[in-house]
């Protein structure tokens, strides 16, 4: 309880400093102006200031609160006299959080942790790269990052490339994508055709959707090439049914097995991603079951949206691959969090612990290169394993492989005790001209706007759709408008 009552004090607080706190928050939980911060408290030489941006009030608030109570966690099990925290409302808007880091520079911060979204990242990164003062935020959005403005934001990049080399490195070839119209999708597209550059395995079909769909009965009928598999069954049913109308009881008795056999032809991949979750992913999951795809002929794999969602319900995902953080890691972090704030954090806030301890140890070590102590190729072990950032903004963490079973999920390969030596390299330029001879097939979307935000150029290839089934258009000529 003691340990409760000095994190409950602390989270009064808006500016921690050792073992001392000065309040720079109103009754209303709203940041005031610089002014109403001693400045006595600016002279500490050796204190390491950081300011700490997130929406404590409008509709991420939840997110933020839960954010600034694991990152006065961290503060207490560091125990470091020399950090300094500042908390600052960006209200969740980019004009609230280009606000709070114009003051946090004002009251002499030497780090950002924070914000919470790709655009509020971008509304301050430009008086912070002004300032020289690096940023480690949360977002997700990889569009948003540059060399001193980073994240620890689970990325959708860094979860593809780790589902995508667990599951060729068991066998899987061919990989097919189903993936939402919009910065995800292209993103877990642009992650996969880089992850299997060069290797022995493809991806062959990338089939998008409105974000907001939950109807995939026709994308994946175009997907699964359900047409051309059940073609020479369909001509089969209707000769049978024209001598059953005449009265053949033979024809008849045919046509009712007929009915109740599946496809005899197998699909042309052997895996399918679906970086979705919730309704939606079980939606698609029933229509691949609907459309005769299967597995273990076929491999689901997913990524971390797919934690915590009872996938064992759900018999086509039973066999699935999805990656998550550390679970053993995450144990001390989750029942922390627990006894102290009564409720389970969100796994994202397990980011803003990390932040602080990292913050921590630049306070201890004080670089004279804070960018590059940030960046060093070695990584840190956070409390959900071990991470690195890379000099780009992105990162990557090491991630475990789980496993949907009927009993639950289980880890299935532990996430990396230590990073390679050499950071990843990964160029648009070298996956399309990986795939220029053979492209993907793509559907939902217009097939050269696709490609030209996948690879980042048109491919030289034109892969051969062949005669689209019962006359509707393939590929680009997909029947929807997205």
């Known amino acids: 309880m003691q340990v409760f009552k000095k994190i409950c004090a602390l989270a009064l607080a808006g500016l921690l400093i050792g ?7 109103t009754d209303s939980g709203i940041y005031d102006s610089i002014s109403d911060i001693d400045e006595a408290a600016f002279e500490a030489p050796s204190s390491f200031r950081v300011g700490v941006l997130l929406p404590l009030s409008g509709d991420a ?9 694991a990152a006065l966690m961290a503060l207490e099990d560091m125990n470091n006299p020399n950090l300094i925290l500042q908390f600052y409302d960006t209200m969740s808007t980019p004009e609230g959080a280009q606000e709070a880091a114009e003051n946090a520079l004002k ?31 949360f977002s997700t959005d990889s569009g948003a990052l540059q060399n001193g403005v980073y994240t620890l934001g689970l990325l959708v990049e860094e979860q593809v490339n780790r589902i995508i080399a667990y599951a060729a490195g068991r066998g899987r070839r061919s990989f097919a994508l189903l993936v939402p ?11 996969a055709v880089k992850a299997t550059a060069g290797s022995e395995a493809r991806v062959v079909k990338i089939a998008f959707y409105p974000p907001k769909s939950t109807d995939f009965s026709e994308i994946i009928r175009q997907l699964s090439d359900y047409d051309r598999r059940t073609g020479g069954t369909n001509r089969e049913k209707n000769r049978l049914k024209a001598l059953a109308a005449k009265g053949d009881a033979e024809a008849a008795r045919a046509l009712k097995k007929l009915a109740a056999k599946g496809t005899e032809e197998s699909v042309d991949f052997d ?11 079980k939606s698609a999951a029933a229509m691949f079951g609907y459309y005769d795809v299967f597995s273990p002929q076929v491999k689901f794999l997913g990524t971390s949206v797919w934690e915590n969602t009872r996938l064992n319900r759900e018999s086509t995902l039973i066999g699935s691959w999805y990656p998550a953080m ?26 803003a612990y990390d ?40 990162n990557e963490h090491s ?74 258009d393939n590929g680009g000529g997909y029947g929807f408008s997205f």
């Open 181 to 191: 119209d919009n910065s995800t999708g292209i993103a877990a597209a642009q992650a």
């Open 399 to 472: 991630l475990d492989i789980i496993e949907v079973t009927r009993s639950g999920d289980v880890v299935v390969d532990p996430a990396a005790k230590k990073f390679s030596a050499a950071l990843p390299e990964n160029s648009p330029e070298s996956a399309a001209q990986a795939y220029d001879a053979v492209p993907p097939m793509i559907f939902g979307k217009d097939k050269s706007e696709a490609e030209r935000l996948i690879f980042g150029r048109t491919l030289a290839g034109n892969y051969d759709y062949g005669a689209p089934a019962d006359g509707q």
């Open 355 to 394: 932040a602080v301890a990292l913050a921590s140890a630049l306070a201890r070590n004080n670089p004279a290169d804070i960018d590059a102590a940030i960046t060093t190729g070695d990584g840190f072990v956070g409390i959900s394993g071990m991470f690195r950032i890379l000099p780009d903004g992105k």
């Open 271 to 281: 895996a399918v991603l679906i970086p979705e979750s919730g309704a939606r992913l």
């Open 326 to 351: 550390s679970r053993t890691h995450n144990a001390y972090f989750n029942k922390k969090y627990h006894a102290l704030f009564n409720e389970y954090p969100q796994s994202l806030y397990a980011f």
């Open 19 to 25: 073992c001392r706190s000065t309040s720079v928050t």
């Open 61 to 69: 608030a939840r997110y933020g609160q839960g954010l600034k109570q």
């Open 107 to 137: 009251q002499k911060a030497q780090m950002i942790i924070g914000p919470l979204t790709g655009t509020s990242v971008r509304a301050i990164s430009g008086e912070t790269k002004a300032g020289g003062v690096p940023v480690v935020a």
